[in-house]
């Protein structure tokens, strides 16, 4: 079990009034998740994802994979 504290990050193309997310990368390699929050409610639930989920979607948006079909 890791003793690890989430280290929020809210990316820098976020300066739309706090209407985004926050992620804590830092838990990635010692948990294999990588938690999730909106950036509105800092003290509310997280969505624990697996990390290679996380990857993924952020290979798909830097891909603009996820365009119109």
């Known amino acids: ?15 739309n009034g ?5 992620v804590a990368t830092n838990l990635a390699a010692p948990t294999g998740v990588v938690p999730v929050r909106d950036s509105k409610n800092p ?5 624990p994802l697996r990390a290679g989920a996380f990857s993924a979607f952020v290979a798909g948006v830097k891909g603009e994979g996820f365009g119109p079909a």
């Open 18 to 22: 706090g209407q985004c997310v926050q």
């Open 1 to 15: 079990m890791t003793t690890e504290s989430p280290l929020w990050y809210t990316s820098s193309y976020s300066e």
């Open 43 to 47: 003290g509310g639930p997280a969505l």
